[in-house]
T-cell receptor
């Protein structure tokens, strides 16, 4: 069955380290998204992509980067992890049409010490 | 600016009672709205979308453009409805979709 996966599911790192969170989908969806989920803020969009080699900044993109070298993957990199980036990160994908459902991954819980 | 507001962070009702989760939006265009739900230890998933005018798990939501609202309602709450609920607004960017989420409401159904 097609699905969307994230790895790792849990990660502890130290401030200043570079961290990469993986997201992989097998639906062949054009659109992929990264969100962070924080109490009191809901889900906020970090970066998104509408296709291979396309990347766009979301509302909270500072300190994060993404690249889209193929349809299936959109890795999220924290260039220099900060304690403020402790959060739960969700990846999502959609086919690319309006009113399309976004399908979410299981999430990655990141703790930056 | 486009914004989605869910005024209640927490909502607690008894089993069998009616439940209403509020959602208000700010958008200059024609809105397309969704409700997403996250049950405990599960991933976020679509509950319903306004354009479908459907009822899912007994929940309905009506778009009220005059009040810029998209409240989620269920006449008789069940314990399995306990979850985190997010209202979301679609933005059209380059012909494709981007979602703006509200802050979420944690619904607890008491036995």
């Amino acid at each position: 069955d097609a699905e969307i996966t994230q790895s790792p599911r849990h990660k502890i790192t130290e401030t200043g380290r570079q961290v990469t969170l993986a997201c992989h989908q097998t639906w062949n969806h054009n659109n992929m998204f990264w969100y962070r989920q924080d109490l009191g803020h809901g889900l906020r969009l970090i970066h998104y992509s509408y296709g291979v080699h396309d990347t766009n900044k979301g509302e909270v993109s500072d300190g994060y980067s993404v690249s889209r070298s193929n349809t299936e993957d959109l890795p999220l990199t924290l260039e220099s992890a900060a304690s403020s980036q402790t959060s739960v990160y969700f990846c999502a994908s959609s086919e690319g049409h309006l009113q399309e459902t976004q399908y979410f991954g299981p999430g990655t819980r990141l703790l930056v010490l | 600016a486009q914004r989605v507001t869910q005024p209640e962070k927490l909502l607690s009702v008894f089993k069998g009672a009616p439940v209403e989760l509020k959602c208000n939006y700010s958008y200059s265009g024609s809105p397309e709205l969704f409700w997403y739900v996250q049950y405990s230890r599960q991933r976020l998933q679509l509950l319903l979308r306004h354009i479908s005018r459907e009822s899912i798990k007994g929940f309905t939501a009506d778009l009220n453009k005059g009040e810029t609202s998209f409240h989620l309602k269920k006449p008789f709450a069940q314990e399995e409805d306990s979850a985190m609920y997010y209202c979301a607004l679609t933005l059209r960017i380059q012909g494709a979709q981007k979602l703006v989420f509200g802050q979420g409401t944690r619904l607890t159904i008491n036995p």
